[in-house]
């Protein structure tokens, strides 16, 4: 099955400073690849996603890249503020209707004022 | 639409005790998935479901553990016999007929055994 690895674990950034968090995958049958925010005693929200068939997404101030050949993909945060402080997990899965996502662990970002 | 519904948000049980969660799926979603996550910890897999249908319970624990999406009604998870290590929130995500749009999750279900 599935493995997603997730890093870094614990992020702190100054305000105004970028985010990085990268994942890595183990199938290469895997082509959806959602990024979730949860904040503090609150349900994941999805932020941005990308599929397979492309390199990169951008929106506002959120990011997302892939290598498919490196089986690896990337959540890139600009400008970061406070509000952005949250646990964000990257997930793995199918682009197929009931596809599965397998979650990495989990990056705790800390925006510090 | 009201998004993926889960309750109780909060239930205490006794060890020993059975304790029942309840997701709806948002409206036109019937792919249910739920997912345990311990303190400080990921979103781990338990079992994905269809309406009358398991499709996969690779993540359920061999005992104690069941889940259902019956015709009528949400689907429920249920853990019979409760531990303190059962101690956890339990989400429920739901995505759509069509193509994976990614999952949208309830506001989960924050389970403590005393």
């Known amino acids: 099955g599935e493995n997603v690895e997730q890093h870094p674990s614990t992020l702190s950034v100054q305000e105004g400073d970028s985010a990085v968090i990268k994942c890595t995958y183990s199938d290469s049958a895997s082509n959806y690849f959602p990024w979730y925010k949860q904040e503090l005693g609150k349900r994941p929200q999805l932020i941005i996603d990308?599929?397979?068939?492309?390199g990169e997404k951008k929106d506002q101030r959120i990011a997302v890249t892939l290598n498919k050949t490196a089986k690896h993909f990337s959540l890139h945060i600009t400008e970061t503020q406070p509000e952005d402080s949250a646990v964000y997990f990257c997930?793995?899965?199918?682009?197929?209707?009931?596809?599965?996502?397998?979650f990495g662990g989990g990056t705790r970002l800390m925006v510090k004022p | 639409n009201a998004g993926v519904m889960q309750n109780p948000r909060h239930l205490v049980r006794r060890r020993g005790q059975e304790a029942r969660l309840r997701c709806s799926p948002m409206k036109g979603h019937s792919h249910v998935y739920w997912y345990r996550q311990l303190p400080e910890e990921g979103l781990k897999f338990m079992v994905y479901?269809?309406?009358?249908?398991?499709?996969?319970e690779s993540g359920m624990p061999k005992e104690r553990f069941s889940a259902e999406f019956p015709k009528e009604g949400p689907s429920i998870l249920r853990i019979q016999q409760v531990v303190r290590g059962d101690s956890a929130a339990y989400f429920c995500?739901?995505?759509?007929?069509?193509?994976?749009?990614?999952?949208?999750f309830g506001s989960g279900t924050r389970l403590t055994v005393v």
């Open positions: 990308i599929r397979s068939n492309v």
């Open positions: 479901l269809q309406k009358e249908n398991i499709i996969d």
């Open positions: 995500a739901s995505s759509p007929v069509t193509d994976n749009y990614g999952y949208t």
């Open positions: 997930a793995a899965g199918g682009n197929n209707a009931g596809n599965m996502l397998t």
